[in-house]
């Protein structure tokens, strides 16, 4: 059973279970047990499964080691320590693994130096050893490798994909056999995508291999549903979820959080107001702060962050970024800074928002959204180090969706709302590796094997026909005989219900390609005339691109031509819009939680907002001009600022959010929510097409599929290709400058679509996107069906990619529900897409509980400018983007001040 | 489609028909191409022999004809016949007899060591370019060199050209087709690759001085007709140059 443990034991309970020598190591290092602790020590003494989620500096790794370590100190005592691994420790980070390395460096020397003063005789006799440990990552020398081999650590520290070559290492093998533990950490990194999944089946797999039961002890920052990631780590025995207690101590640090807003009026400050004044908002922090770590959402970003700081305030080596596309050395410099705290000030990406441990910050700062609630909580979470502090944060946010965003989300982080996580489920490429790894140790029966995969989470309702067709694929039943020597990665005998190795390939093959990380491939930049090479921009983004998008690239303005490869051709484009927002690629999803509560928060301003506006719209005059001074920055009414008051913002926020609801009221008269879409036919004036907004607030992942759903049923309808502009907060469709759309149309459309079966639609419209083909590639990468390394080869990602092509089309041919056709389309709906919260947004506009409405404007209302303007932003980038806004808000000011 | 009075592009497959000599033209089927890359670097399912085998067999029904010429790269491998290449060969060669076809073979630059099945299975092979009927055939990565005045088309293959067709949702679609169009004086006939996997050369897309051919250097892409083939039909999509930036 996966239970919450609310109780605590006492510090003498949980104290009693050490030994005397431990007891007295932790009471001399320690002044107190933190939060986790007072469950974990006992829990695990009496080898419960056990699931802890703490913040960052509540003494987690403690909490999960000090019990093992005294286990293993016990064995010493007795003379019973073996050369053998009793514990493995799995993080998703090697970075951390070294910081575990150094952690437990000190307790496991200094009580061994202690019990050594009192058992002198046993050491010389040679029945008292030292409890030793080992790490063991890709980076593991091979004479290290040698050693390990020979003398065993007791703990071993290694990632997942190591862990993965370890199970199939028979001699390695050999000295797992007893294993006890397995410690997952930074589980909220693992849980939720196929590195997680990949990990719970080599878990699974030594399990199984080993004698006794292994106890599991998972750890995690804020994350939700605990008892999804306990099923995640613990795994099922047979048809229900095996015990684990849950230790939930995510709560233990305070937040103190606010939004603010830089400048009162976000849109009519000029670009260099809001900048100035946010630098000087950020340096007020720093100075008065001991040392503050500033998160942007996109590495440009930070780069230039760091940049402005230095170059406005005169700061020197005090200030550091940290990104994943800086060396390894230059990050590990910047986190040995940190934790000295000889830095005023860090900026980074996303990269320091994990585990790695860092020091004391006293302040977090973040730019612009985070989009998720989770990640606010960690990423704010990095300030105040130990438990006891509260841990202070500041989102600075520079337009009003984002700004309404943040509003929300911190409301909801300190109403401890968090947004949801799911396992991948029956991910099939993974479970690919695995069979080929599973077949190398020895031979299975089907049954059995199906079994062992099932006890994993993330394969516990797999469907035995796909178990049976990726067993087909591996062993090369879609050739004919002759030919399976070349294709069969396994042997399997479908009449005696049986599979194993085949061949001497297998082996170098699922060692060299194993892992769920696909390659990344850097698109060169060149143009077409000279051949000249300007840079490179990354493949996800050259699959947005089509001839003729315009898009910035080191500062400067390219028109796509073609690509070849990963080769990308362009021509100096003369214009100053690009079509094509660079950061798009780096963009992070919002969440559906999250977007739903801003959604809610929309409906509950609009009836402040409309029942204000519809009155004075009525008496015109006098009182529109009331309303146009509250824009201005006048009084809000008293309503609409106590509700305003319960958020965590400054003033100057309150007004910007108050003044865009209003405008948006008095130019459209509707304000979109979590239960009314308001669909917006209206003009883009720069370029007189018409476009059709749909203001459907619910992540990116929901308007992906939902805006490819409706532009299929309009572009089948008008008969005209229709384009597709997607954010988080809508979509935007338009065709060529003739075509309009009627209304009628677009009713029918959305009816069609309420009575089409969407999955079907949807994979026929995908199917020959530059997605798919890119998807199709990791998955047939992860499935061993493109080999990354091959007796040695390494292949460039261009090759593959270029394979990738061709091979869907074939593999198509064959069947189109060939396993990893299969994995590809799943990948991209639950993925890329949510394709299952799509569903029912539909079940619920059909039921009635979500409303549309159409409305007509002339110019595109408020709530659709940062739509128009491409998505959110990273705020720091935003000259060009804040002048096409400016734009955009003088026309909706000119009608609203005209009448209309 | 009917390009000539005696050549008909037969609808729907790369696959051009010439009435006078009673021969069906095809290029570039590099059998083996997926034993070879499954050695290597990718599983490829095999399904090229078999839709070629389906295409020509097609095409004899609907034409009559009593021959079929390739015009170069039969096989895949440049170094050596794999054994999955071999077999290939060997099925296709069979394929032929089965059909009462004779199966003429113009070389191409992956063709090495083909000569060798000359004799033991009566190929007819030619090295480098046959005049056959006043047509002449020739490979494609070498010019044509006996071009007289009594040749009335010049047909290649080599470049496996395609057009690739962009709509807005951010796919893109690669179709195969022929190119018509001269070469000094003379009309000009490239044959789209045979082999399923030949993703193909994007004439409206890539410059000019990246195709493979040499014969680019002397004729203008733009100025060809693209012969799209595709979805049971051919059809042509006017000149090259006109379709640079398509967007369907």
């Known amino acids: ?900 | 489609m009917r390009l000539t009075d005696d050549v008909e592009l037969l609808d729907g497959l790369p696959i051009a028909y010439i009435r006078s000599i009673n021969a069906l033209a095809v290029a570039d089927l590099h059998l083996g191409y997926e034993g070879v890359a499954s050695k290597g670097i990718a599983l490829l399912p095999k399904v090229n022999l078999s839709n070629i085998m389906k295409s020509i067999s097609t095409a004899i029904k609907k034409t009559g004809a009593n021959a079929v010429i390739v015009d170069g790269d039969i096989k895949n491998e440049f170094s050596r016949v794999d054994q999955e290449e071999f077999n290939e060969l060997y099925d296709f060669i069979m394929f032929g007899k089965s059909e009462r076809v004779s199966l003429i073979l113009i070389k191409g630059n992956h063709d090495n060591f083909v000569e060798r099945y000359k004799d033991s299975f009566k190929l007819k092979i030619y090295r480098q370019e046959a005049d056959i009927g006043g047509y002449l055939f020739f490979h494609g990565e070498y010019l044509p060199e006996n071009i007289t005045k009594n040749t009335t088309m010049l047909v290649m293959g080599h470049e496996h050209p395609s057009i690739g067709v962009y709509n807005s949702i951010g796919s893109k679609e690669r179709l195969r087709c022929f190119l018509y169009g001269k070469y000094m004086g003379v009309p000009l006939l490239i044959l789209p690759a045979m082999n399923y996997f030949a993703g193909g050369t994007e004439m409206n897309s890539e410059p000019r001085s990246s195709l493979l051919s040499p014969i680019f250097k002397k004729a203008d892409p733009n100025g060809m007709n693209a012969i799209v083939v595709g979805y049971g039909s051919t059809m042509d999509f006017g000149k090259v140059g006109k379709l640079r930036g398509l967007r369907a």
């Not at chain 1, 907004?693 to 309009?714: T, Y």
């Open chain 1, 1 to 900: 059973m996966i239970e919450f443990v609310d109780k605590s034991f006492s510090d003498s309970e949980s104290l009693d279970v050490l030994n005397g020598y431990v007891r007295e190591w932790f009471t001399k290092n320690f002044s107190e047990l933190t939060p986790p602790q007072k469950y974990s020590f006992k829990l695990i003494s009496e080898k419960k499964n056990v699931l802890i989620a703490a913040p960052t500096g509540s003494g987690k790794t403690m909490s999960a080691f000090l019990s093992i370590l005294n286990s293993l100190f016990n064995k010493s005592l007795a003379g019973e320590l073996e050369r053998k691994i009793y514990c493995i420790y799995v993080s998703p980070l090697r970075s951390l693994n070294n910081d575990i390395y150094k952690n437990l460096g000190k307790p496991l020397e200094e009580v061994y130096d202690a019990m050594k003063k009192d058992n002198g005789i046993n050491i010389i006799k040679g029945n008292m050893t030292e409890v030793t440990i080992g790490v063991r990552t890709g980076d593991t020398s091979q004479k290290e490798r040698r050693q390990q081999l020979a003398k065993p650590p007791n703990i071993l520290i290694t990632t997942p994909e190591s862990l993965a070559i370890l199970i199939n290492s028979e001699k390695f093998m050999e000295n797992m056999k007893g294993l006890e533990y397995i410690v997952v950490d930074e589980i909220h990194e693992l849980a939720n995508n196929k590195r997680g999944v990949h990990l719970s089946l080599s878990i699974e797999r030594l399990q199984d291999m080993v004698k006794g039961r292994i106890t599991r002890i998972g750890l995690g920052a804020t994350l939700y549903p605990l008892e999804e990631a306990a099923k995640f780590l613990v795994g099922f025995n047979g048809e229900t979820p095996r015990d684990c207690k849950i230790v939930d101590a995510s709560w233990s640090k305070e937040l103190d959080v606010r939004a603010m807003s830089p400048v009162k009026d976000m849109i009519s400050s000029s670009n260099e107001k809001i900048e100035d004044s946010m630098y000087e908002e950020i340096n007020a922090i720093i100075k008065a702060s001991k040392t503050t770590l500033i998160f942007t959402n996109t590495r440009s970003g930070t780069e230039r962050v760091v940049f402005n700081l230095k170059h406005r305030f005169k700061y020197g080596e005090d200030i550091a970024a940290h990104h994943s596309s800086l060396s390894r050395d230059s990050r590990l410099d910047v986190e040995e800074l940190l934790k000295k705290g000889s830095l005023k000030c860090a900026v980074s990406s996303t990269s320091l928002e994990l585990g790695v441990d860092i020091g004391t910050i006293e302040n977090v700062i973040q730019l612009g959204s985070p989009k998720s609630v989770t990640r606010a909580i960690q990423r704010i979470g990095r300030a105040g180090h130990s438990f006891r502090a509260k841990a202070r944060g500041e989102m600075i946010v520079l337009n009003r969706d984002d700004l309404v965003e943040c509003t929300v989300m911190l409301d909801a982080a300190l109403k401890k709302h968090l947004d949801s996580f799911t396992v991948p489920r029956n991910a099939l490429d993974v479970l690919a590796q695995h069979i080929v790894g599973m077949s190398l140790n020895k031979k299975w029966t089907v049954d059995e094997a199906y079994a062992v995969v099932r006890s994993s989470y993330a394969y516990s309702d797999l469907e035995r026909h796909d178990f049976i067709s990726l067993l087909n694929y591996l062993s090369g039943k879609y050739v004919g005989l002759e030919s399976r020597h070349v294709y069969g990665k396994i042997w399997y005998d479908e009449d005696e219900g049986a599979f194993g190795r085949r061949g001497m390939y297998a082996k170098p093959i699922y060692m060299l390609n194993l892992g769920t990380i696909p390659d990344e491939v850097a698109v060169n930049v060149l143009l077409s005339s000279s051949k000249a090479w300007i840079g490179n921009i990354e493949e996800e983004f050259l699959t947005r691109l089509k001839p003729g998008d315009i898009f910035s690239l080191g500062g400067r303005l390219y028109r796509f031509e073609y690509a070849k490869g990963t080769k990308c051709y362009v021509s100096e484009a003369h214009t100053n819009l690009p079509t094509i927002p660079p950061w798009f690629s780096e963009q992070l999803p919002l969440s559906y939680e999250l977007a739903d509560e801003i959604g809610e928060f929309r409906a509950k301003m609009s009836a402040f907002v409309l029942g204000n506006t519809k009155k004075k719209r009525a008496d015109a005059g006098r009182a529109r001009i009331g309303i146009y001074r509250t824009l201005k920055g006048g009084k809000i009414p008293t309503e609409a600022s106590d509700f305003l008051s319960l958020y965590p913002i400054d003033s100057n926020a309150k007004h910007a959010i108050f003044g865009y609801f209003v405008e948006q009221a008095l130019f459209a008269g509707a304000i979109p929510s979590n239960k009314l879409i308001v669909i917006e036919t209206t003009n883009e004036e720069k370029t007189g097409t018409e476009s059709v907004v749909f203001h459907s607030l619910f992540g990116r992942k929901i308007n992906d599929a939902l805006s490819r759903l409706v532009a299929f049923e309009v572009g089948m309808m008008l008969d005209e290709d229709v384009s597709i502009m997607v954010n988080d907060n809508g979509f935007i469709l338009s065709a060529g400058k003739s075509v309009k759309f009627a209304d009628r149309v677009i009713k029918d459309a959305i009816s069609k679509l309420l009575e089409a079966d969407i999955e079907l639609l949807l994979k026929e419209n995908i199917r020959k996107t530059e997605l798919m083909k890119r998807r199709f590639r990791h998955v047939a990468g992860r499935s061993f069906m493109i080999l990354r390394n091959y007796r040695g080869w390494k292949q460039s990602v261009g090759r593959q990619q270029v394979n990738a092509q061709i091979l869907l089309k074939a593999a198509e041919e064959i069947d189109p529900n060939f396993p990893v056709i299969k994995e590809t389309y799943r990948e991209i709906f639950s993925d890329v897409m949510d394709l299952a919260r799509t569903k029912k947004v539909l079940d619920m506009i059909r039921s009635g509980m979500i409303k549309y409405k159409m409305i007509k404007t002339g110019s595109p209302s408020p709530f659709a400018h940062t739509l128009f303007a491409f998505g959110h932003a990273d705020v720091v980038l935003m000259k060009d983007r804040q002048a096409y806004l400016k734009y955009l808000h003088k026309l909706v000011m000119k009608s609203i001040k005209s009448g209309k």
